[in-house]
Nanobody, 118 residues
């Protein structure tokens, strides 16, 4: 399974940014799709996740500032981040839990850098 992420970049505080991720390869289905982030010196942490059924969960610092959506037919994932803060600066990783031959596998994208700075 390959994950292609896009949409990172430099934005000013208070602005919005949209990240996208497309999954391709050999799998029978995708369970969870989500975004995580990792800032220098910090552990990787949850931004948002959406299940195959559409249930969502968000990191505490993101509630009210982010929406996540997926297209199950296209195996794509979108993350809309609003009211961005300098402390949101990090590398953002797409994550997918996919099924192959009845087993679940966890996959990570290559990461896309988001920089929030004036």
């Amino acid at each position: 399974v390959q994950l292609q992420a896009s949409g990172g970049g430099l934005v000013q505080p208070g602005e919005s940014l949209r990240l996208s991720c497309a999954a391709s390869g050999s799998f029978s289905s995708i369970d969870d799709m989500g975004w995580y982030r990792q800032a220098p010196g910090n552990q990787r942490e949850l931004v948002a996740i959406v299940t195959s059924g559409g249930s969502t969960n968000f990191g505490d610092s993101w509630k009210g500032r982010v929406t996540i959506s997926r297209d199950n037919a296209k195996n794509t994932l979108d993350l809309q981040m609003n009211s961005l803060k300098p402390e949101d600066t990090a590398v953002y990783y797409c994550n997918v839990v996919a099924r192959r031959a009845g087993r679940r596998y966890n996959y990570w994208g290559q990461g896309t850098l988001v920089t929030v700075s004036s």
